[in-house]
C-alpha cells in the first residue's frame, strides 16, 4: 500500500530495478516497482506515490510518454529520470517535461536518494 513516502519506479531491466528497489527500502521509503509501462497504466493507487523514478527507455512506452500520461491523470508528484542512453535531444525533452532530476546511469546511490528527497520536499 503505498503511503506519503512511496516511491514508484519503472524500469525495465530487472537488475536496475532490484539493486534501486534495495536501496529505497534501505532508505525506508515504500517501494513499488514496476518492469513495464503497462504495469504502471494498471495501478489504481497513482495519486498518493511521493515520487516517480521513470528509466526513459521502456521496451514499448518511453518513460517520456508516462510523464505525459500521468500529467493528463492529474497526477502531480514529482518524476525523476534516468537512462543508460544519454543523448542531448533526449536530455532536452526530460528537462522541458518538468522532472525534478535527470541522472544517467550508471549513476551513485547517493545522487538518486537526495533527487529523491529533494522532489519530495519541493
Do not use: W
Request: charged residues 25%.
Amino acid at each position: 500500500m503505498a503511503t506519503r513516502k512511496a516511491v514508484l519506479v519503472v524500469d525495465d531491466d530487472p537488475n536496475v530495478l532490484k539493486s534501486i528497489g534495495r536501496l529505497l527500502k534501505a532508505a525506508r521509503f515504500d517501494v513499488i516497482a514496476y518492469a513495464s509501462a503497462e504495469e504502471l497504466y494498471r495501478c489504481s493507487n497513482l495519486h498518493e506515490i511521493a515520487c516517480f523514478v521513470l528509466d526513459i527507455h521502456l521496451n514499448s512506452v518511453s518513460g517520456l510518454d508516462l510523464r505525459r500520461h500521468l500529467e493528463v491523470l492529474g497526477v502531480q508528484s514529482p518524476v525523476i529520470f534516468i537512462t543508460a542512453d544519454d543523448s542531448s535531444v533526449t536530455r532536452d525533452r526530460a528537462l522541458a517535461s518538468g522532472c525534478s532530476e535527470y541522472l544517467i546511469k550508471p549513476f551513485q546511490a547517493k545522487f538518486l536518494l537526495k533527487a529523491i528527497e529533494d522532489a519530495m520536499e519541493a
